[in-house]
């Protein structure tokens, strides 16, 4: 088998998995999820037209020529409804939301008057025809979509779904994950330490990165290199939609992970990407056993995972992560990606897309990226310093200080349409 590019590679797992069914979620749980319903305002907001502002509700004919002296009639406070139609040579005093009177067209601002009496006001300053006026369905018209199907949930998206009295919705199902670590050298987080062990901390790191996504894994331990032993592991992992499965997919004797799961109906679509760290990930889809779109929906789908914990954790970045977004729904799939100037020179390997772990910090001209340390893709720390990774691309044979640079984001949950790697 070739080896494929990275966005070759995205292609590939980005085209097999599909959106879940859908939910229904309380307005309290419902951050982060993505609506698989148009929402429909209830009513116009506002109501009918409001001030914008505290001050007097006027007509704006009577201003044409000013100063003049109107008459104040009423008080209306937000939450009042007002009372009397607002004639020639009268205002009424207003308060910030509260419904316009009848007659008035404008809103003059408290700080544009004068109180001569509490019956008398001079205005000083001409308005025009709906000055400080919120107009009726300003923010929402009844009946308009005013949030569709495909929504991330934020926020702002809350405050939507409350004003127009939302409390349960529809969203994308979140997928259900297993994570299942593998190899005879690996101690289990709570077995006593054993000098001539290796500590698995790609469970819990992966563990780490899928809650980040809003998902909570089922974490299956630790299958040895023994067939019998990993294909029961693998059986149990497939009964999720996604399966990550972490070290053994490689071609040593006794990496028996993808021979395992070709047995147990998987087809492999890949198990070579040109890149580091990140090497080998194989990707591999069960089909649903049923028919049609459902079929697509029960599919399950298995990353193999390179062993080393920096690798295992870069491929989670580059493909596991945006295929589970893809099954939730998301349209942003990808890490946000900022262009930065590298600090100090890099070399490269051509050939293969590099995946620099940095730091980040900022002066005047913007973002300047410097390594975080050893790059190895066994050595952890230099991943838990990192604020991003920069992209090398696959033709570069090293940057001087001072190029311009693409880095991917690892903290915060901001993700965009497009990957901007270039290969
Ligand atoms: P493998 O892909 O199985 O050949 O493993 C590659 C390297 O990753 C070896 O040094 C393993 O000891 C290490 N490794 C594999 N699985 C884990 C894990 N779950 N946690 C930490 N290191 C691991
Ligand atoms: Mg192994």
């Not at 920096?310 to 589970?324: D, G, K, N, Q, Y």
């Not at 604020?387 to 570069?396: A, E, F, N, R």
């Amino acid at each position: 088998m070739e080896y494929l590019r990275v966005s070759e590679a995205q292609r590939v797992v980005l085209e097999s998995v599909a959106l879940l069914n859908a939910e229904s979620v309380g307005l309290e749980h419902s951050l982060g999820r993505v609506l698989a319903e148009d929402i429909r305002a209830n009513r116009d907001l506002p109501p009918y037209d409001v001030s914008a502002m505290d001050g007097y509700a006027v007509r704006s004919a009577d201003l044409v020529q000013v100063p003049v002296t109107l008459e104040v009639i009423e008080d209306i406070k937000a939450g009042d409804m007002p009372s009397k139609i607002v004639q020639p040579g009268q205002c009424a005093r207003i308060m910030t939301g509260a419904p316009l009177p009848q007659g008035a067209d404008a809103v003059m601002r408290v700080e544009d008057t004068q109180e001569i009496s509490t019956q008398l006001i001079q205005v000083v300053t001409t308005i025009k025809d709906g000055h400080d006026v919120r107009p009726q369905g300003e923010n929402m018209r009844n009946g308009d979509v005013v949030l569709s199907a495909g929504t991330e949930i934020t926020p702002g998206v809350i405050g939507i779904l409350a004003t127009v009295k939302i409390t349960q919705m529809q969203v994308y199902r979140r997928p259900r994950v297993a994570i299942l670590s593998t190899g005879n050298e690996l101690e289990a987080i709570n077995a006593p330490v054993d000098m001539n062990k290796i500590p698995d901390s790609n469970t819990y790191a992966l563990m780490a990165q899928v809650q980040a996504l809003g998902i909570t894994p089922a974490l299956l331990g630790i299958a040895r290199d023994d067939p019998l032993e990993l294909e029961r592991y693998l059986r149990l992992g497939l009964e999720y939609d996604v399966l990550l499965v972490s070290g053994g997919t490689s071609v040593g004797v006794h990496d028996y992970v993808r021979p395992t799961i070709e047995k147990l109906g998987v087809s492999m679509k890949f198990w070579r990407v040109a890149m580091k760290p990140g090497h080998p990930l194989a990707f591999g889809v069960l089909h649903g056993a049923a028919a049609g779109e459902e079929a697509k929906q029960r599919d399950a789908f298995v990353f193999g995972l390179p062993g080393n914990p920096v690798s295992s954790m870069v491929c989670f970045e580059e493909f596991v992560a945006p295929s589970l977004r893809r099954m939730m729904g998301h349209a942003r799939l990808f890490r946000r990606t900022v262009s930065a100037r590298l600090a100090h020179p890099l070399k490269m390997r051509p050939g293969r897309t590099e995946f620099v772990r940095v730091q980040l910090t900022h002066d005047d001209a913007g973002y300047v990226a410097s390594s975080t340390g050893t790059q190895s893709s066994g050595v952890l720390l230099s991943m838990a310093r990192a604020d991003g990774l920069l992209v090398m691309p696959s033709d570069s044979t090293g940057l001087a200080a001072g190029a311009q640079v693409t880095v991917q984001l690892l903290d915060g949950t901001a993700y965009q349409h497009e990957t901007n790697i270039r290969e």
